[in-house]
């Protein structure tokens, strides 16, 4: 069974930057997508960012040209890469994984999903 493993959060001030990773181990399918959803307390889950096998990626409005969602197969590991960060940005940012290509930000297309990793913005 496919586990991921998020790591990279942490507290940063408004305009920083952080770069959150998603390592996937017992990784066996041959197309896949992996998504970055984060959510707060009282608030449904809000898909951010995705990236299938063949490197198609798709954002939310909200994070659209400050984050960078971005892979390297040999680690198996899934990036995002969070540029000028605001305090909404703050939540616990998850990762997820499924079979096939279809970078999607619904978290129902999502199977497999990480622990978390919490990240805080300052003003």
């Known amino acids: 069974q496919v586990q991921l493993a998020e790591s990279g959060g942490g507290s940063v001030q408004s305009g920083g930057s952080l770069t959150l990773s998603c390592t996937m181990s017992?990784?066996?399918?041959?197309?896949?997508?992996v998504g970055w959803f984060r959510q707060v307390p009282g608030k449904e889950r809000e898909g951010v960012a995705a990236?299938?096998?063949?490197?198609?990626?798709t954002y939310a409005a909200s994070v659209k040209g400050r984050f960078t969602i971005y892979q390297d197969n040999a680690k198996n590991r899934v990036y995002l890469q969070m540029n000028a960060v605001k305090p909404e940005d703050t939540a616990m940012y998850y990762c997820?994984?499924?079979?096939?290509?279809?970078?999607?930000?619904?978290?129902?297309?999502?199977?497999?999903w990480g622990q978390g990793t919490q990240v805080t913005v300052s003003p």
């Open positions: 997820a994984a499924d079979e096939g290509d279809m970078p999607a930000l619904a978290s129902n297309q999502y199977g497999y």
């Open positions: 017992r990784f066996i399918w041959s197309t896949y997508s």
């Open positions: 990236i299938d096998s063949t490197d198609l990626t």
